[in-house]
């Protein structure tokens, strides 16, 4: 019998003080705004600081015919050897979908619901497997970098294929390319 009337006392006080919980709520609640508010700042500011990137090429009407096609992501772009170095300028920090398309001109960069571009065949400087850029990290070779120059400045950007067969065969082509126009230059 004692058992029993020990745990019919066991039971949890009632709440009294709603205000004091309202309050913690509220304040997590401001806390947390806060943060974002900060994060979103510190992105705005990076744009601000890379602002001296020139404006991203447009793809010429004529691309010429198709060398490859791949679809899947893309990860971002990050100044060349320094993969935690994130460009946000001109969008090139948005992840998103990707459409990649490379041609006789360059390589042809569509992405929906983020601003395209196009690397123009002499500003490709080279193609290669790797495992992370800016912030994202795969397993080994699960990354297609490519690094190109925009202005004076080397760009890492970084592509996954849905087939991710596909990426030796456009680091091959890549290479190719990149080493037949340094040739003729």
């Known amino acids: 019998m004692a058992a029993e009337s020990l745990a019919a006392e066991q039971k949890s006080a009632e709440v009294t003080d709603w205000a004091a919980r309202v309050g913690w709520l509220v304040g997590l609640a401001l806390f947390v705004a806060l943060v974002y508010w900060l994060m979103r700042e510190g992105w705005k500011w990076r744009g601000t600081l890379q602002g001296d990137l020139p404006e991203l090429p447009a793809a010429p009407e004529d691309l010429g015919p198709v060398k490859l096609s791949m679809s899947g992501r893309y990860h971002g772009s990050t100044t060349a050897g320094q993969w935690l170095d994130r460009i946000v300028a001109h969008g090139l920090g948005t992840r998103s979908r990707v459409e990649l398309t490379l041609t006789e001109a360059g390589l ?77 230059r």
């Not at 070779?141 to 080397?154: E, P």
């Open 108 to 184: 042809d960069v569509v992405r929906p619901g983020a601003a395209d571009f196009f690397v123009p065949l002499r500003a490709l400087r080279e193609a290669r497997l790797d495992k992370g850029i800016a912030g994202k990290v795969l397993s080994e070779g699960g990354l297609l970098v490519v690094t190109w120059a925009h202005g004076d400045k080397l760009i890492d950007s970084g592509f996954r294929s849905d087939r991710a067969a596909e990426h030796i065969e456009w680091v091959d082509t890549l290479n190719n390319m990149i080493n037949k126009t340094e040739g003729a």
